[in-house]
């Protein structure tokens, strides 16, 4: 095998290249996970509202709310306290259930993607409206395929919501 070389741009010029690149086709994707940083979203503190109205959850706006982990780090499996905050399913992926209230009528979609690494797409289970009426509380299970840095978004009718997480499991000693 021959190597050949080929001249450089100038110096500036490279730089320049370089940093145009960077801007316009950053993409935080699988090719970038070296250097991704995840920037979780930060759920604000409960006034101390009653848990199924507005107040009662986390992180939103007035039209779609949701009750994000603290810090917005999901982390699966058993805590050292004994509890969980998600469930690691015997596949590896990630479950966990999340609240959400809802200031309209209409049906909740709630999807997700990876950040930093590609993945499968979130899978997500709503129930019924018959269930839980047209409007405030509603459940649903998340299901993460794997761990990493995560994106999820719910729309509901004319109201967007979308946060970021990072989601890990507990460490095995």
Same mark, same amino acid.
């Given at each position: @095998?021959?190597?050949?070389?080929? &001249? ?28 991704? %940083?995840? *920037? &979780?979203?930060?759920?604000?503190? %409960? ?25 917005? %780090?999901? =982390? ?11 469930? =690691?399913? &015997?596949?590896?992926? =990630?479950?966990?259930? @999340? ?28 129930? *019924? ?8 509380? =509603?459940?649903?299970?998340? @299901? ?8 999820? *978004? ?7 919501? *979308? ?11």
């Amino acid at each position: @095998m021959r190597l050949v070389r080929v &001249p450089l741009f100038p110096a500036g010029v490279a730089v320049g290249a370089v940093v145009t690149l960077l801007l316009a086709g950053y993409s935080g994707r699988a090719s970038d996970a070296a250097t991704f %940083h995840c *920037s &979780p979203s930060q759920p604000v503190p %409960h006034s101390g509202a009653r848990p199924f109205s507005a107040a009662g959850f986390n992180y939103g706006n007035t039209l779609l709310r949701a009750e994000l982990p603290p810090h917005g %780090h999901l =982390i699966a499996g058993t805590l050292p306290n004994g509890g969980s905050m998600a469930e =690691i399913e &015997p596949d590896g992926s =990630i479950s966990t259930k @999340m609240g959400w209230w809802r200031g309209l009528q209409g049906r909740l979609v709630i999807s997700g993607r990876r950040l930093d690494k590609d993945a499968a797409p979130l899978r997500v289970d709503l129930p *019924s409206l018959n269930s839980y009426g047209a409007t405030g509380f =509603i459940p649903s299970s998340l @299901m993460f395929p794997t761990t990493g840095c995560w994106r999820v *978004s719910g729309k509901l009718g004319r109201a967007r919501l *979308s946060f970021t997480l990072s989601v890990t499991k507990v460490p095995h000693p």
